[in-house]
């Protein structure tokens, strides 16, 4: 028997992988260029400055500069002022506090605050916090008072078998004992932890101390000043483990505790820039680099992003000069390369020459997925996540090393607006170090978040050296080093890696030669109309040859001399390999925007996916490589006729691990649903697949039409999936086989079509007219349609009881003094009964970076003035469960222009309450049924092409919820197939690694509403 060979090395440069990036050998080539002298501004969830590797840089700086909450979060309100009375002070928690006499404070005043523990505590951390204050402070106490309770209620019955009037009165008392202690086990809250906060200036700063004691026992509490003052921090506790820092605004009128909102940021920077001088394999990619820690994610939306604190984060990292930015957050965007929150980015980049980089998202296989601002925003050099053999070994325990390969997850390009949308790649993996309130010291992460802070070290690397041979070079001439010195991978395509996978040296080489260059820190913009980049996907775009207007304009650094810019003259040869592509090979560009004309000619082309892109290249030094590109996407889309029933059938398929396979597809006219089945032919290999499809609408973010599952495919089994589609669009639909997931497997599938169409997109059943009619189509198929109306909430519109426009503080002026302001509008609801709601505005929901306002942010509060939540562009994350009785929103929207929010005095905002149970309306096949209430509709089997219509009664007075009044709607949904994979079409969401889960409305399910309660309801399908 072979005895197994056990390896004595463990293979750590897998762990936080640095070799296949460059930055290894650079260090060994450069080990004084490790990032020293660069700043780097890590926008995230905050970084714990107690974390390992988060102490110094190799050169013994604090490598933590600032850590700034710029969200709002930790702020807690010190406008009260007091003097003690023999050094006592009755805090706003009620407790008396003792003022330490070695307190230095020349004034004798103090500013005092309270803040609740749970506002800022991380979501992990307080579920473990509220877990072991119950099991320590309630269940012991209650569980005795329990069953004390119960053991004298036995005892009485056991003695009592014949009661008297009074001892029925004391039997009930005993009965209420026990009951009510129960209850009180079901209702039990956590309040949390509540902090009086003390604040005073000693003569030469302001300092700050926290009661984390909660017995007003000051002397054993740190004193901190502002963290960028000395690097103070200190802990909440022992159990807590929370590290916290503060900074002091308003004149003493405003504290910001800081805290990590999550352990992604630290992860994140110590993936950029931790440093371990004794196990140098743990540090960053450049552990001699500064941070600036700006908490970005909002502790009270569980570290969602929002646009005070991106703002306010950009405004800080101008400020501080930075030269970096990485930034492992986004979002789907309806429109790319636009809104407040992208102009202040370009403004950063362009200006103050700040190099952004990003994650391009977690929301591949399918094109066109990337998030912003990573993949959508010009001036950002967005990121996606490759993994490599050695991350499989040492990060995944795989038990063989496959290939190097893109994540299946990373999204890809190109932008909607044709833009490549990824940029470059990096490992997308590691083990690295995590907050100390996690109870751990590393943990393994994944995803674009790891891969944007490795190459954001990589860069930094780069920026070390040139800076050392006084080279200072603009943000797009790291970016064309970056792109032009990448290594492509084989076998890996362009939307997913970009140009390749960072190659810190060679960049660093560019630069380096490349920098006496004319064209150097030259920048350019393609725009080809309002797009970025040419892409045709829809049939209509592809029928023929079509011409491009290409507008090519050099782009200067910020305060170059007038004269420099008079001087340019470049004389540019344009290249393009693809036959199907024909443009001028020749451009003269000065100091302005130039125009040439390309031609695309689909026609030929074989079915499927096509891109090449036009070059731009210096006559005088091709050798730089392209000073610019024009990508070219054109998808040819596979046409599915009636002859084939409307199926595409693929047999003998070969899958390899992270093996994707494209098809697009034109939707049938009149699809409304499609049905995907996977079958194995593989009797020792399980695989798991990804399954995702995506139609694009001008417009619309990608989320709002795509259909996303991960699945496990047996041995010799099968698995069927539906998802909705739009009829005559172009869908992509990929299936995707796992990256980590061992074997290779052989598979048929099919994908088919079907369809049901409603006469009316939106149904309207006013309560005045009585009966209320809609026709369903089958369009393709035999379906068996079995229709039903179901509503699930009652949707109540607001308007402001007032509405306050103001200036805001030191923290929100933008450079050039340009400051911010802000309105307040305040709303008033009564909740009838315990249940669920809902609160959004519905003009601006749904939007974050192309927003035209620069954020939003509702809170609701009981009538005590409790805070019940926050929310903001993103509703249906953020429902509520409230009491019976009377809220108060205040809703915030911020702006540079107070004209602009002016105009949002009077604006509505709508709270959805989900109704306890669903109602349903009657439906009938005739109007005559329908009127007299007999003889509801039954099951109907539709042939292709027919129709058949459907009669709705309005809903009964009595069913009509209590507190819904005038202007009040129901929704729900129509379901119109009867088969189960038809109603699931209509229910199918996209099940994400990312924030959203929405679902989808379309062909087999429509929105229903009933408006006007009692005078005139309406219907909305």
């Not at 650094?557 to 024909?582: D, F, K, Y």
């Not at 973010?701 to 698995?719: D, H, I, T, V, W």
């Amino acid at each position: 028997m072979a005895a197994n060979c056990i390896e004595d090395t463990f293979p750590f440069h897998g762990l936080l992988p640095k070799k296949e990036t460059g930055a290894a050998s650079f260090l060994s080539r450069y080990p004084e260029y490790d990032g020293r002298g660069v700043l780097i501004a890590i926008l995230d969830t905050g970084v714990d400055p107690g974390a390992p590797g988060m102490q110094i840089t190799s050169d013994g700086k604090p490598k933590i500069v600032d850590i700034i909450d710029t969200t709002g979060s930790g702020d807690v309100n010190m406008s009260t002022v007091v003097e003690p009375k023999d050094d006592i002070v009755l805090g706003l928690s009620g407790r008396t506090l003792k003022i330490p006499t070695t307190w230095i404070n020349p004034s004798g005043k103090y500013h005092i605050g309270v803040k609740n523990g749970y506002e800022f505590f991380p979501k992990a951390l307080r579920e473990r916090i509220q877990k072991d204050r119950r099991e320590k402070l309630w269940d012991p106490a209650h569980r005795a008072a329990l069953a004390e309770a119960c053991r004298k209620q036995e005892e009485f019955d056991s003695t009592h078998t014949t009661l008297s009037q009074m001892d029925k009165l004391f039997k009930e008392e005993l009965q209420s004992h026990t009951e009510l202690l129960t209850s009180l086990e079901k209702k039990y809250s956590d309040p949390g932890p509540v902090y009086d906060c003390v604040l005073w200036h000693d003569g030469v700063t302001w300092r700050a101390c926290v009661d984390t004691s909660e017995c007003g026992d000051l002397s054993g509490c740190t004193v901190l000043r502002s963290y960028r003052e000395g690097q103070d921090y200190a802990s909440l506790g022992s159990s807590e483990m929370l590290n916290y820092s503060v900074n002091i605004y308003d004149e003493g009128n405003t504290l910001c505790i800081v805290t990590s909102g999550g352990a992604h940021g630290t992860h994140v920077a110590s993936i950029a820039a931790g440093y371990f001088p004794e196990e140098p394999e743990r540090s960053g990619v450049a552990p001699g680099a500064q941070i600036l820690a700006i908490k970005i994610g909002d502790t009270r939306l569980s570290t969602m992003e929002t646009g005070t604190g991106l703002i306010r984060a950009m405004i800080e990292v101008i400020n501080y000069k930075c030269d970096l930015v990485n930034y492992s957050y986004g979002e789907a965007t309806h429109w790319p390369n636009s809104g407040r929150i992208c102009e202040v980015i370009n403004e950063a980049v362009l200006k103050h020459n700040v190099i952004y980089v990003s994650s391009a998202g977690n929301n591949g296989p399918c094109l066109s997925t990337v998030g912003c601002p990573g993949g959508t925003t010009s001036s950002v050099i967005g990121v996606g996540a490759y993994v490599t053999p050695d991350m499989m070994i040492a990060e995944y325990s795989l038990r063989e090393k496959l290939p190097a390969n893109q994540y299946t997850w990373s999204s890809r390009g190109p932008s909607t607006d044709g833009a490549l949308g990824v940029s470059i790649s990096a490992p997308g993996g590691a083990i690295a170090s995590v907050p100390n309130w996690t109870l751990r010291g590393t943990q393994l992460m994944n995803g674009t978040s790891m891969s944007s802070p490795n190459a954001c070290g990589g860069i930094a690397l780069v920026l070390s050296g040139v800076k050392s041979n006084g080279i200072r070079p603009t943000a797009a001439a790291v970016r064309r080093a970056l792109e032009n010195t990448a290594v492509k991978v084989e076998d890996i395509e362009v939307f997913a890696q970009g140009h390749g996978i960072i190659q810190v040296d060679k960049a660093y080489d560019y630069l380096i030669q490349h920098a006496s260059l004319p064209t150097s820190n030259l920048g350019f913009t393609v725009t080809v109309g309002n797009q970025r980049g040419i892409y045709l996907r829809d049939p209509v775009q592809i029928s023929s040859p079509s011409d491009h207007g290409v507008g090519v304009e050099p782009v200067f650094p910020e305060n170059t001399e007038n004269t420099e810019r008079i001087s340019l003259q470049l004389h540019l040869s344009l290249t393009c390999s693809a036959p199907w592509v024909q443009c001028p090979s020749h451009l003269e560009l000065m100091n302005q925007c130039r125009h040439v004309n390309v031609r695309v000619d689909p026609q030929g082309l074989r079915e499927g996916l096509h891109y090449t892109e036009i070059c731009g290249y210096d006559v005088k030094d091709r050798a730089t490589g392209p000073l610019f590109r024009v990508p070219v996407t054109v998808i040819i889309p596979t046409k599915v006729t009636e002859s084939s029933g409307y199926e595409v059938p693929f047999n003998d398929v070969h899958f390899r691990p992270g093996q994707i396979r494209r098809h697009f597809i034109t939707v049938p006219q009149g699809a409304s649903w499609a049905e995907i089945t996977l079958t194995s032919h593989s009797a020792d290999v399980s695989s798991k697949f990804v399954l995702h499809a995506v139609h694009l609408v001008k417009q619309k973010a990608y989320r709002a039409n795509e259909f996303y599952k991960f699945s496990s495919l047996p041995e010799k089994g099968a698995l069927t999936e539906v998802f909705p589609v739009l009829p005559g669009r172009t869908v992509e639909v990929c299936i995707a086989r796992w990256w980590a997931s061992l074997g290779d497997v052989t598979i048929d599938y099919s994908i088919s079509f079907h369809g049901l169409t409603c006469s009316t997109s939106q149904l309207h059943i006013h309560a005045s007219e009585g009966i209320s009619s809609f026709e369903v189509l089958s369009t393709l198929k035999y379906e068996d349609i079995s229709p039903s109306i179901n509503l699930k909430n009652w949707v109540q519109p607001l308007r402001p009881l007032s509405a306050k426009t103001r200036p805001l503080g030191s923290r929100d002026v933008l450079p050039n003094n340009r400051q911010l302001y802000e309105i307040i509008l305040t709303y008033n609801f009564h909740q009838p009964k315990s249940g669920e709601v809902t609160p959004s505005c519905p003009l601006l929901c749904e939007l974050l970076y192309e927003s035209e306002f620069d954020s939003q942010l509702w809170m609701l509060f009981d009538q005590n003035k409790r805070l019940m939540g926050s929310g903001d562009a993103y509703p249906h994350q953020y429902s509520l469960k409230l009491e019976k009785g009377d809220y108060t929103i205040r809703f915030q929207v911020r702006h540079e222009q107070i004209s602009e929010l002016d105009r949002l005095k009077d604006l509505p905002f709508v709270i959805s309450h989900r109704l306890s149970s669903t109602l349903s309306l009657d439906v009938f096949e005739t109007q005559r049924n329908a009127l007299l209430g007999k003889k509801k509709a039954n099951t109907i089997t539709l042939p292709p092409n027919c129709s058949q219509p459907f009669f709705v009664t309005s809903l009964p007075d009595d069913k009509i919820p209590k507190g819904a009044g005038p202007g009040c709607y129901l929704t729900g949904s129509l379901t119109v197939p009867k088969s189960e994979y038809g109603k699931k079409a209509g229910q199918a969401a996209s099940k994400r690694q990312g924030k959203f889960k929405k679902v989808l409305n379309l062909l087999a399910r429509y929105t229903v509403s009933i408006n006007g309660l009692n005078t005139c309801s309406t219907v909305f399908f």
